[in-house]
């Protein structure tokens, strides 16, 4: 403990963003680091208790909380509280071969488990994250982790989304020989097109890249498996392969008036915004655009957030989104106690800068869309609401009803769905004979065909960050073993 006291002394300072308005004025970071003295003052808070629920990633009540890579986070925070800044680094870089992504795309259930929450407010653990990673690139400490010796063994590694880079970064270090595929003409997955740039700008998924290209990894873009590289061909060069292909299947609304024009799932959405801004900053017009547009997005989670920021930056009209939850409180209730998350209101980013622009909260509670409401031309001009009621089932189940007299129109010529995904697509799976079914019960990550694994989303459905980080991490642990105990390394 770097400072015994430091929880009752100092209060919670938490992240700093920059301005709302300031920042719909472009696509850079919303977020930006404390100083140092500040940081040092926040990592005074950790209380080293005796028992550190924030780094033991788990489910309780059905949500993520402590840190699911198992980062030693009372240990660098006190690093951090002594200026300690590169053994801060070291101990960080044990556990997260990454923190520079989840330091600002993770959700951070490690401070929804964190002790000092029960005194006062968690300790702000990603942003202490965050900065030491980013100081230890400003320092050179980070460098490429190049393996001694090579052991021969070839690996194939489906998909560069955080499962994939940490399968390939962990493989790699074993001395294997770890190929990487993606079928998009960038590496990162969800880094690059499914999560803004106002999140992680992509010069911070480039670094990490070009260290793990020295480090002797290779990557391959617009190459699709099984359709641009045959599964024979696969099967027959690598040794192993990890599928890390994520949930990409996205969960579709079969309402009345789905097939009119301007209607569009989120991801599709996000990935042409992205695409169309690296590929010549909005110049080609490649992109699905909401200047002028009254959006409605529906879905609670982080995309509908992110679509929500991006339709903004593009000079939207308005925007609503539809929640399907009820607005939460502003405190925790008795059935969310401490560690589980807690469920309570609160803006995310895109929703302040909804605020800050049009003067409310975007979010309809308790709302889905009815019916899209079009015109003569098949284009969307409405979406027909209604208010839903939740109820549990003597199985614990969901029961969702429609209120009577509850129905709107809300104006629209932009609907994206963020309802979240089904799973993995499945042409890749079939072809490769695996049993799609059993994905989620598969044991230490193997599916029935040998030598062939699966970690991250593409296992046990959309997640977070974190998650898909450690799964890709064990993955290749039990992909190294297995390959170890067969050619006897």
């Not at 208790?49 to 059905?62: A, E, K, L, R």
Request: hydrophobic residues 35%.
């Amino acid at each position: 403990m770097g400072k015994p006291t430091g929880f009752l002394e100092y209060k919670r300072q938490n992240a700093q963003y920059r301005n709302p308005l300031e920042r719909l004025q472009d696509w850079k970071e919303i977020s930006t680091l404390p100083s140092e003295d500040l940081l040092k003052t926040q990592a005074a808070r950790c209380m080293d208790c005796g028992v550190p629920f924030c780094q033991n990633g788990s489910t309780v009540g059905g949500m993520s909380t402590g840190c699911p890579v198992f980062n030693l986070i009372p240990e660098w925070n006190e690093l951090v509280y002594q200026g300690k800044w590169k053994e801060a680094y070291e101990r960080l870089s044990k556990t997260n071969p990454f923190p520079e992504f989840t330091g600002r795309a993770c959700p951070a259930p490690c401070e929804a488990g964190c002790v000092a929450s029960l005194y006062e407010s968690s300790v702000t653990i990603k942003s202490i994250e965050w900065a030491i990673i980013e100081k230890a690139f400003e320092e050179g400490w980070v460098t490429p982790d190049i393996p001694e010796k090579r052991t021969g063994v070839k690996i194939a590694v489906i998909g560069s989304g955080p499962a994939g880079l940490a399968s390939a970064h962990e493989l790699n270090k074993y001395g294997h020989s770890i190929t990487v595929f993606e079928r998009a003409d960038r590496i990162g997955g969800l880094l690059t097109y499914g999560i803004p740039k106002m999140k992680i700008e992509q010069h911070v998924v480039d670094r990490r890249i070009h260290l793990m290209e020295q480090a002797g990894i290779t990557f391959l873009t617009n190459v699709e498996v099984g359709k641009d590289y045959s599964i024979d061909q696969l099967q027959s060069e690598f040794d192993a392969v990890i599928l890390c292909t994520g949930a990409t299947k996205p969960r579709d609304l079969q309402i009345n008036g789905r097939n009119l024009k301007g209607i569009h799932f989120a991801m599709d959405y996000l990935h042409a915004n992205t695409k169309s801004m690296l590929d010549s900053d909005f110049k080609n017009g490649q992109y699905i655009s909401a200047e002028g547009k009254d959006v409605v997005v529906i879905g609670g989670g982080d995309t509908a957030v992110d679509c929500i920021a991006t339709a903004l930056r593009q000079n939207c009209k308005s925007v609503v989104q539809f929640d399907i939850y009820p607005k939460r409180p502003s405190e925790r209730t008795p059935d969310n106690p401490w560690p589980q998350y807690p469920m309570t209101y609160k803006l995310d980013y895109g929703q302040e800068e909804a605020l800050a622009k049009f003067g409310d909260d975007p979010r309809l509670f308790t709302t889905t869309a009815l019916e899209f409401i079009g015109d003569d031309n098949g284009q969307l001009v409405a979406v027909k609401s209604v208010g839903m009621k939740t109820t549990l089932n003597e199985k614990g189940e969901k029961i969702r009803e429609p209120i009577p007299n509850t129905e709107k129109m809300i104006p629209a010529q932009l609907v994206l769905l963020a309802i979240g995904f089904e799973g993995p697509e499945q042409q890749l799976f079939e072809q490769l004979n695996i049993d799609i079914k059993n994905l989620k019960n598969s044991s230490a990550y193997k599916t029935n065909i040998d030598n062939v694994f699966v970690a991250g989303d593409a296992r046990r459905g959309q997640s977070l960050i974190v998650w898909a980080i450690q799964e890709g991490k064990e993955a290749a642990k039990s992909c190294h073993q297995l390959i170890t105990n067969k050619v006897n390394l």
